[in-house]
């Protein structure tokens, strides 16, 4: 006869109730679980010896019944041994020790406290092999993410991104290159960081076989928070105030100001006074002299001379940058019981950039709700809507990017507070240089790139139980956005002629997936547990996009189409393009891809795993015949603690895991009919070209294939552990865009050949220094990858041995190179003695400058050797501190800013005989072919010109550095103060990041910068310096 | 499930064929802006050839031209250019259309005409043929590349009917297959008297059938080829478009010395005057290959004399050939002797029909002109009077300019005031190849240099033999 026994379950470290804990008669499916208190009552038979009580997150525990009709237990949290649990790919949850690859978490807690606006700039450094580059540091710049290396020679390289089981976009539609453009951020940075439980890194492609081709770059899989757990009412509020700054600014001159040979005298900024319109600082020495300058009063028609002096030396620093400030407010509430629950989040971001009229701004509504409708019927729902609004700088090498001229181009007598006080003083664009240069606030301030980006993500989930073990489920995914960009040119600007120049961009995108899965989970034997899953998906892809130009306003500063003076122009023509508007080539693009799927995992006593996965896709993008693909993964893992029944030795936690996936690839749409492309009218005479691309009919789909192995090791009771992997991909069929030479009659053929491969190793150690009991809580969190990468071939022939990605305007490519590293820096080098005893050295000329080697060379390359970060926590009753370093080693950039900035005499650097010439450290060919050691002295002027000129070599550095990432010192409020409140719990944080860059080879910038989020790094191009920020979070929970 | 995927892949943006008389419009636009822009034009011939200078980055003045330059003439020529033409010569023989096939094969081979001068060696035969799988085109020499041009320019000719239609979306002769054919034959001219040094004998028997006197040549300022740019963007001429925003070129000293020495009327309408300093009453052209410090020692922008105002119209045309240029070519011929005539009755009328181009009319002017002794042909060295004659005639028509001065070695220039070490104290005589030539036709592109010499702007050219 049955009976009954109760009791409650309490979270060890605090006393609380824990709801949701499973209460089980071991050996029997009889169980119950706990309620919103924590309290179960079960019946159970006379034949039960022993209760078992899991929870997700706890260590189990088993309990003997013997006579007790009440049985409370305490569990204690688990992290790192058996019950880890984590979201895998279809937001399932599984045990980590059951998988055969390497995944690793972020608590949401750490992304709220150590805010970024754009989430994914949060991962650096805490992830083994996720490298992280945000662009700039302008408000909303978009960042790049690569998991274990770029596969891909052309295509994408980052991770798809999910939540709650569903994909959403990531796109950058900015088009910022070297030459300029406007950065609008990735998609992903529409997520809020305040709605976010858990991150979970799915490194491989191992991990991604179910997500199809957009997962062999790898995963970031995100679970929202919900209200399920919730008891009642909860509300929360969190508040985080940051302040930012300029972590690098380069090292100016203040000895000599503009001008030409020493010579400066202003009339008109014109070329009308002597060197007036030069826009370098290679003028007389800032000693007080008397000199017309812009800022001098006119008497009588006459520029007086005023004294001639520097504005110092920290000028652009000081004065030109102002703080940047963050606010973000969230309020939450949740609500539920064990049946149901609601959580809607509001979160209002407020960002001030650290450039004058520049700002991000979103406002975020989420609304998780989920709710068992029968005890087998249930249904979830996950609604974000995000409205994002930036006003932002022009980036790359371009007359609207401010740091073109602040950085380089510039007379360094120029207070930066005078052209401000011009321009806010109804001056316009008046400034101390008319031919070339406009006033850097008038461009902030007038020639302004607004966008707004309004965004719906959504998702709803209907499961229906059939049996205890087998659930149907059917789910509806939409990521919908529209995006609305507005860019504004004045007439005034220098390069933009007579008349005010507008441009609207409107972008729709859509994904959509539709899906039914079967899921199962059974144990077959006592010893033998099954997971299946079959599911069946079709994925839609919209985009949209028109860009409607009015070059010529008629009304000056009405900024509308309307008030256009002249027809207006398409640019999804392309052909003859005006200012700053690229071509869009396919302004509707449509998508489809249909796939079946399953996957199966065996589970052993609990300790022996195997699981297989399936996918077959259909991809609209292929030709038929070619358009159907499948690809399997599978993977073991054994945890040989539990196999030998290891216990009470110093190893507390062995594991071993592999496996192998494969991961096939469609292309984007329309490459494979070729076209012709058309452009503006001459007259009345409509035009049309060859488009320069060569399209193939032929395409098959790309394939990823990739092998990894790892062991995770815990001794002394947790207290140390050791992740290892090592893994190995190959991308082989890639579909690549190949230049060709122009002579072939088109500049790029697509081309479905290349193959990369990738090898390398990631470690994860941790480390608890001090004993669990003490009540100084230490813990060490530190992490390597190093990846290498070797392009194979481009096409079968092999008459491809090199490939362009991207290229700087002043003659440096990023390459791919067959037998080399991804990412070779390309361009013209010194040319240096071959051999002798002057081997190696720099040949100067007869005019006193280094002379360019005739063969390009590689400069080097911008894929690093290796990435790693170390972590810090100390706890101390309530209060943690952390601190996190991180550190790229090896790879190249190359930097405009200082070989325009000591081009044109800006920088300290260029003080070196400004006075008396300088000899630079080489040799001079003789007439015999001989060479002797330069003895040719060249002007500082010259010098330097023809230094940073003629050679790219000279302004290529190892971009190598060490980082202060984040330090964080938090405080929790005791539970026994707040005891008697309302109060549920009170935190604040001071946080830090980016706080110092420790060590850094590449003079007065930030090396971890680039001009937009493609595979195009390692150039940078008068960038807008990077941000330190600092600041507090508080947040309050009722 | 995928029967929709034809559908949802058929592409919605863009043409998937071609319109010829559209193709025509923007192939003739776009190369002949290509032809007048600044990497071939305003900062390559008309700075080497010292018709122009510059005051403001002077680098280009001082033979130090930029690596992305000559990506720019070679990829739009060839990808950009060659193909469209190459598409409607394809599109004329597929349609039964001669008069398309003749002007494709009249315009490419200008252009490949003028690739080959800038550059030497370049891919001919097997170039534009990527749908063949040819990613890697060889390079032809300069001697194949011109032997096929003039065979495909007297095919051009023959191919042109002049009765029934033209063709349309032609902006240069508005479809005028008389004018074509003109051009067509003209051209060739030009082309055999190139490789004159070279390859005299083919050179002779093309000229003397050319100048024959039943081909038809062009025979007036009316038979001019030249694209008429319009007045708004983006069809204006691209001068006019680099001075919208730039004021660096100005005109040279050279050639400011050389036409007030023979109080050429042409003068005023090749060059403006200072609008301020000392010499605003004289023309003040600027010495070539001035280092920036050197330029801004002249003084303000507005002391020194800019191009004149009739090049700088947004209408201003892309000259292409002109008649002027087809009667120094028969001076020449005749003075070599391979045709009969009077030389310096070609070279005065050559002389004239330049000065009416710019609407100079006034006959006893011109009279007085050609009188005077420095302009008066000279027989005993018919190279200098037609050199320094067509050198001026030629203004504006940069490449033409440097490869006629680079084969008839007058006038005699300065070199540039301090050149570029890669120029070893030479005027330059080629470009170097585009640098990305030798990223992805790596092979091709040095098997052309071992040929033809190393990859330098001092390396002459095969029909550069003198």
Redesign the interface.
């Known amino acids: 006869q049955d009976r009954a026994i109760s009791g409650r379950v309490t979270d060890r470290a605090n006393g609380q109730g824990l709801p949701g804990v499973t209460v089980l008669v071991k050996g029997t499916t009889i169980g119950a679980s706990t309620n919103s208190d924590g309290t179960y009552t079960l019946s159970v038979p006379a034949s039960a010896t022993t209760l078992s009580f899991t929870s997700i997150g706890y260590v189990s525990v088993e309990r003997p019944i013997g006579t007790a009709s009440t049985i409370d237990i305490g569990l204690s949290t688990d992290t790192k041994t058996l019950g880890e649990v984590v979201v895998t790919a279809l937001g399932r949850e599984e045990q980590k020790k059951s998988l055969g690859y390497s995944v690793q978490d972020v608590q949401g807690s750490e992304l709220t406290q150590a805010r970024e606006t754009n989430v994914v700039n949060s991962l650096a450094g805490r992830v083994a092999g996720v490298q992280i580059s945000n662009s700039t540091g302008a408000a909303g710049s978009s960042s790049r993410i690569v998991i274990r290396g770029a596969k891909s020679i052309q295509g994408n390289n980052q991770p798809l991104f999910v939540i709650d089981g569903q994909a959403i976009d990531n796109s950058s539609f900015s088009n910022s290159d070297s030459g300029g453009g406007i950065d609008y951020g990735n998609a992903a940075s529409d997520v809020n960081p305040d709605d976010i439980e858990t991150m979970t890194v799915l490194k491989g492609a191992n991990a991604a076989a179910l997500y199809g081709s957009r997962g062999a770059n790898g995963v970031i899989v995100i679970t929202t928070k919900s209200g399920r757990k919730a008891k009642g009412l909860g509300i929360s509020v969190n508040s985080t105030t940051s302040f930012e700054s300029p972590l690098k600014v380069p090292d100016f001159q203040d000895q000599y100001g503009q001008g030409?040979?020493g010579?400066f005298s202003y009339?008109d900024g014109?070329?009308?006074?002597?060197?007036d319109?030069?826009d370098e600082s290679?003028g007389p020495k800032l000693d007080g002299r008397l000199i017309p300058q812009f800022t001098s009063p006119v008497v009588n028609g006459v520029r007086q001379a005023t004294p001639w002096v520097s504005p110092g030396k920290d000028n652009i620093k000081k004065h030109f940058f102002q703080t940047g400030h963050t606010l973000t407010n969230n309020v939450a509430l949740t609500g539920g019981n064990d049946k149901a629950g609601v959580r809607v989040s509001y979160t209002n971001l407020d960002q001030k950039g650290i450039l004058y009229n520049t700002y991000l701004r979103r406002n975020t509504v989420n609304l998780n709700a989920g709710a068992d409708i029968t005890s087998k019927f249930k249904v979830s729902t996950n609604i974000n809507y995000s409205e994002t609004r930036g006003r932002r700088p022009g980036q790359g090498y371009d007359e609207l990017n401010v740091m073109q001229q602040l950085y380089t181009w510039f007379g360094r007598q120029v207070d930066v507070r005078d052209l401000k006080s011009l321009y806010e003083n109804g001056g316009r664009n008046a400034n101390w240089n008319a031919?070339y240069h406009n006033n850097p606030y008038f461009v902030l301030g007038e020639a302004t790139n607004d966008d707004r980006r309004d965004r719906v993500i959504g998702n709803l989930t209907l499961t229906y139980a059939l049996t205890d073990w087998l659930n149907v489920t059917a789910r509806t995914t939409n990521d919908i956005y529209n995006q609305f960009n507005q860019r504004r040119v004045p007439a005034e600007t220098?390069?933009n002629?007579t008349y005010d120049d507008y441009t609207e961009e409107r972008i729709a995108v859509l994904e959509r997936n539709t899906e039914f899965l079967a899921t199962a989970n059974r144990n077959l034997t006592e010893d033998l547990n099954l997971d299946f899953l079959v599911g069946v998906n079709r994925r839609d892809n919209r985009v949209n996009r028109s860009q409607i130009a009015a070059?010529e306003l008629a009304v000056p500063n009405l900024f509308s189409l309307g008030n256009s003076a002249?027809p207006l122009v398409s640019d999804?023509n392309f052909?003859?393009?005006?200012s700053n508007n690229a071509g869009i080539?396919?302004?509707?693009t449509?998508?489809?891809v249909?796939s079946v799927y399953g996957s199966a995992r065996v589970g052993f006593k609990n300790f022996a795993f195997v699981g297989v996965t399936g996918r077959n896709d259909?991809?609209?993008?292929l030709a038929?015949g070619n358009?159907?693909y499948f690809y399997p993964s599978v993977d073991a893992s054994v945890v040989l603690t539990e196999a030998f029944g290891i216990k009470e030795s110093a190893l507390s936690f062995a594991k071993i895991r592999g496996g192998y996936a494969e991961v096939g690839n469609d292309t984007e749409?329309?490459r494979?009919?070729?076209?012709?492309?058309?452009?503006?009218p001459?007259?009345t005479?409509?035009?049309?070209?060859?488009?320069?691309v060569?399209y193939n009919p032929d395409l098959k789909p790309e394939r990823t294939q990739s092998t990894e192995v790892g062991v995770e090791l815990r001794f002394l009771q947790n207290r140390i552990g050791l992740e290892v992997t090592g893994y190995k991909t190959l991308t082989k069929n890639q579909i690549i865009s190949?230049?060709?030479?122009?002579?072939?009659?088109?500049?790029s053929?697509i081309l479905n050949a290349g193959q990369m491969s990738n090898k390398g190793i990631e470690t994860i150690l941790t480390l608890a220094p001090l004993s669990p009991s003490s009540a100084l809580q230490w813990n060490i969190t530190a992490n390597f990858a190093a990846n290498r990468n070797r392009v194979d071939e481009f096409?079968k022939?092999g008459?491809?041995?090199?490939?362009?990605i991207g290229s700087s305007?002043?003659?440096v490519?990023v390459?791919a190179r067959v037998g080399q590293r991804y990412g070779a820096l390309?361009?013209?080098g010194f040319l240096r003695v071959p051999d002798g005893q002057y081997a190696g050295q720099i040949v100067f000329?007869?005019?006193g400058?280094p002379?360019?080697d005739?063969?390009?060379k590689v400069l080097g390359y911008y894929t690093p050797d290796w990435i790693g970060g170390i972590t810090n926590r100390f706890g101390f009753k309530g209060v943690e501190f952390s601190a996190t370093v991180d550190t790229r080693q090896g790879g190249s950039l190359q930097s405009e800013t200082n070989m325009w900035g000591n081009y044109a005499g800006a920088l300290t650097n260029t003080l070196n005989g400004r006075e008396d010439g300088i000899i630079g450290a080489g040799v001079q060919r003789n007439a015999d072919g001989s060479f002797r050691p330069n003895d040719v002295k060249a002007s500082a002027?010259?010098y330097y010109?023809g230094y940073y000129?003629?050679v790219r070599e000279s302004s290529v550095y190892d971009a190598s550095y060490v980082k202060l990432r984040e330090v964080r010192l938090g405080y929790q409020l005791p539970k026994s103060m707040i005891e008697r409140t309302f109060v549920k719990g009170i935190g604040v944080s001071f946080v830090g990041r980016n706080l110092w860059l420790i060590s850094s080879k590449a003079p007065g910038i930030d090396p971890e910068t680039s001009f937009n989020n493609g595979n195009t790094q390692g150039l940078e191009s008068t960038q807008i310096p990077s941000v330190r920020s600092y600041g507090f979070n508080i947040n309050l929970t009722l | 499930c995928t029967k929709e995927f034809e559908a949802i892949n058929t592409n919605p943006n863009n043409a998937t064929t071609a319109n010829p008389a559209y193709l025509l419009t923007n192939a003739e636009r776009a190369n002949i802006f290509r032809l007048f822009d600044i990497p071939a034009n305003q900062d390559g011939g008309e700075l080497i050839i010292q018709h122009w200078a510059k005051i403001q980055y002077t680098t280009e003045d001082q033979y130090g031209f930029r690596a992305t330059s000559y990506q720019s003439i070679w990829d739009g020529f060839y990808a950009a250019g060659l193909q469209d033409f190459n598409q409607l010569i394809a599109i004329g023989k597929q349609t039964n259309n001669p008069n398309l096939q003749a002007v494709g094969l009249v315009m490419r081979s200008y252009l490949f005409s003028v690739l080959t001068d800038l550059y030497g060696d370049i891919p001919y035969s097997q170039a534009l043929r990527l749908g063949e799988n040819v990613l890697t085109p060889k390079y032809d020499s300069q001697e194949a590349v011109y032997t096929g041009l003039l065979a495909d320019l007297k095919s051009a000719s023959s191919l042109i009917q002049t009765t029934g239609g033209g063709v349309d979306g032609d902006i240069i002769f508005g479809g005028n297959m008389v004018k074509w054919q003109k051009f067509a034959n003209s051209l060739r001219l030009r082309l055999a008297m190139r490789i004159v040094d070279a390859k005299e004998a083919t050179a002779k028997a093309e000229i003397a059938e050319l100048l024959n006197g039943t081909t038809p040549l062009m025979t007036s300022n009316a038979d001019i080829a030249q694209f008429k740019f319009l007045g708004s963007t983006p069809n204006t001429n691209p001068i006019y478009e680099n001075r919208l925003t730039r004021d660096d070129h100005r005109i040279s000293r050279s050639i400011v010395s050389v036409l007030r020495r023979r109080n050429d009327p042409r003068l005023p309408i090749y060059a403006d005057k200072p609008t301020c300093g000392d010499s605003a009453a004289f023309y003040r052209g600027v010495r070539n290959g001035l280092t920036t410090s050197a330029a801004s020692a002249l003084g303000p922008l507005c002391s020194t004399s800019k191009v004149g105002a009739y090049f700088l119209a947004p209408t201003a045309p892309g000259v292409l050939q002109t008649y002027s240029e087809v009667l120094f070519l028969k001076a020449e011929a005749i003075a070599r002797g391979y045709v009969t005539g009077v030389a310096a009755t070609e070279y005065q009328n050559a002389i004239k029909a330049s000065m009416e181009q710019y609407g100079i009319t006034d006959a006893a002017a011109i009279t007085t002109y050609l009188a005077q002794p420095n302009v008066v042909y000279n027989a005993a060295n018919y190279k200098e009077s037609i050199g320094v004659q067509k050198w001026i005639a030629l203004f504006g028509q940069g490449v033409e300019a440097w490869s006629e001065w680079r084969r008839l070695d007058y006038p005699k220039l300065p070199v540039a005031a301090t050149p570029a070490a890669a120029a070893a104290g030479k005027i330059p005589v080629r470009f170097r190849y585009p640098a990305n030539e030798q990223s992805i036709n790596t092979a091709s592109r040095a098997e052309a240099v071992a040929r033809q010499g190393a990859d330098l702007i001092t390396t002459k050219l095969w029909w550069d033999k003198l």
């Open positions: 030409s040979g010579v009339v014109n070329g009308s006074g002597d060197n319109n030069v290679w031919s220098v390069s002629a070059p002249t999804n052909g003859t393009s005006n080539l396919n302004p509707v449509n998508r489809r249909n259909w991809s609209s993008t038929a358009n159907s749409p329309y494979l009919q070729d076209i012709y492309t058309g452009g503006q001459f007259g005479n409509p035009t049309q070209t060859v488009f320069n060569k190949v230049l060709t030479s122009a002579t072939t009659g088109y500049t053929k096409d022939e008459q491809i041995k090199n490939l362009v305007g002043f003659g490519n390459e390309f361009g013209d000329g007869a005019d400058t002379l360019v005739p063969t390009r002027e010259d010109h000129y003629n």
